[in-house]
């Protein structure tokens, strides 16, 4: 009789080594990319209103068709990473991203600039729900959630740094600049992601493909194990299940998607607000440019913390209560941003630690979005979980321009702004409550001879 080997159960035992790290490196690096990529429409806005001659609300477009963008990738391209595999939409996802971002340096008006947005932003919407899956497939379940953290805290980076970089880029080579570093930058990465970057093993084994390529790459994740040639491979405790929507609210997982559908995209609406807005909201109220971009990179600073935070909070016990009270934290500390524009260091504490709470939601958000469901649904579960909550992120760009069109005051401002993260922490105590009863809650860690 051949011999039957549970790939889940090595997954659990795994201990580190340098195919680990290769793995982890290469996911890090395409969540730089990704980081960098969603965040230079907003470095580059205060440049572009002034030589396009257009308002603040005029440029409003940019922003909201990349989440639009974002949006359709999600829900489009990333429930097909359940069906054709993790590594075939990432790598297909930031080479073409990477295509667009560079078309966009040579847009002349804000239509042609927003469509180029729109376009790159679908095929990074395709490729970060299948990086969440592909992490959480090799990952022991006692670490899912902070491994997705560390992915995000590299993503919030990389945002921070395409800040440093726009400040110093945008001046002395012009806006053009900064598309086109990104683009190529991405386009080089989908190459070596394609020459480097494995399949998921669950995948792999549920679809029933290439037994000799599992067993190659069980060795390379477990050095010295023994594979006959003859093994069967199986995970135990998932089963094949068709890669719909309609799964997501079956077996009792119906309260807990909606849930979790809710938190984030109404987290999205105070976050993506944040990062597109903010030099241009402190630049109205006389704060300068460079201050203004160095206070959003220390929102990104504190955001790569702050998914630290979240991933570890998740991964003990009554972790989605621990997130909750995060995003509590976040409330008194947006309603104080506005009244500090006077004190730059407090300003950009402040920007900071707001970052750190946020972004630490989100991230959190983002690692429920995949460890909540099993594994033939987890590219389904997080794409469309980041694709509903873009319906937020659209929210954020056209909130802005509608408070900046109001002319209301900073304390006022910040104090609406404060509302998102009220009404998330109210979500995710319902998401805690309607877990089913017969899964394995997040925050339980699972013992190491599982």
Not at 316 to 326: D, E, M, S, W
Not at 340 to 349: F, G, H, K, Y
């Amino acid at each position: 009789m051949a011999v039957r080997m549970d790939v889940g159960a090595v997954i659990e035992n795994q201990s580190k080594n340098l195919f680990q790290v290769f793995l982890t490196i290469l996911i890090a690096v395409t969540a730089f990319v990704e980081g960098f990529d969603a965040q230079i429409q907003g470095y580059t806005a205060p440049t572009l209103t002034k030589l396009w001659h257009v308002s603040k609300g005029e440029f409003s477009p940019v922003f909201v068709w990349f989440q639009i963008g974002v949006l359709v990738g999600a829900i489009g391209l990333g429930n097909l990473g359940d069906i054709l595999g993790r590594r075939r939409m990432i790598v297909t996802g930031v080479l073409v991203f990477g295509l667009f971002t560079v078309a966009g340096a040579y847009a002349g008006n804000v239509p042609e600039l927003a469509a180029t947005r729109f376009l790159s932003a679908i095929f990074l919407g395709g490729a970060m729900p299948n990086a969440i899956a592909l992490i959480i497939d090799y990952s022991p379940h006692r670490r899912r959630t902070f491994r997705v953290g560390i992915m995000y805290t590299i993503y919030t980076g990389g945002g921070a740094a395409g800040g440093l970089l726009a400040a110093w880029l945008v001046p002395h080579f012009g806006w053009q600049s900064i598309y086109y570093v990104c683009g190529v930058l991405a386009m080089l990465l989908s190459g070596v992601l394609f020459l480097f970057l494995p399949e998921s093993l669950r995948f792999m084994v549920l679809r029933r493909r290439r037994p000799d390529v599992v067993a190659a790459t069980l060795r390379k994740l477990a050095p010295g194990m023994d594979i006959p040639l003859d093994a069967e491979f199986f995970v135990r405790n998932d089963v094949e299940k068709k890669a719909a929507v309609v799964e997501l609210f079956r077996e009792n997982r119906a309260g807990m998607t909606l849930a979790l559908w809710g938190a984030y995209g109404v987290n999205l609406i105070a976050l993506i607000f944040v990062t597109s807005w903010m030099p241009a909201i402190f630049a109205d109220n006389g704060i300068s440019y460079s201050v203004s971009v160095i206070a959003t990179s220390l929102f990104q600073a504190g955001g790569a913390v702050g998914s630290l935070v979240g991933g570890w909070m998740l991964d003990r016990p009554k972790g989605i209560l621990r997130l909750c009270a995060l995003c509590l934290t976040a409330v008194p500390v947006i309603i104080c941003i506005g009244h500090a524009a006077e004190v730059q260091p407090i300003l950009l504490a402040l920007a900071c630690a707001a970052g750190i709470c946020i972004v630490g939601t989100q991230t959190g958000c983002n690692a429920l979005s995949g460890a909540l469901y099993p594994t033939t649904l987890r590219s389904t579960g997080a794409g469309w979980a980041n694709g509903i909550g873009r319906f937020g992120a659209i929210t954020g760009p056209w909130l802005g321009a509608l408070l900046l069109g109001m002319h209301l005051s900073l304390p006022i401002i910040f104090l609406l702004v404060a509302i998102p993260s009220l009404c998330v922490s109210i979500l995710l105590l319902i998401l805690n409550f309607s877990q089913p009863r017969d899964a394995r809650p997040v925050g339980i860690p699972v013992p190491d001879s599982l």
